[in-house]
């Protein structure tokens, strides 16, 4: 058939290479677990700052109507109303930047 090894370890050997099965083990969950939560931050920013600058652009754009009263206003500001609103309330991202080019932003539309 073959040469048979039979290799032979004392307790302490087979101790010290299960510890480092189990510590290789542990660093390639905590490894995982860095990313996984590094990425869910990241994402978690991308929303954020997609919803602050919707409520900026909301807020921004009724500045006129408010300070005139003119009604000439109320229809550009009901526009950018809208629009902050969507970017507040979606679950889709809509600003174009480096993680939505790395996250498939465009493909969500499809």
Known sequence: M???VIEAMTREQWEEQHNMEWRAEARKRQNYWNRKH????????YFCNQKLFGGIIAMISLIPFLITGNLTYLFPGSIGVIIGAGMVLTKKMVIVNDYWMEHGGADQWK
């Open 2 to 4: 073959g040469n048979v």
């Open 38 to 45: 590094a990425a869910e931050k990241e994402r978690r920013r």
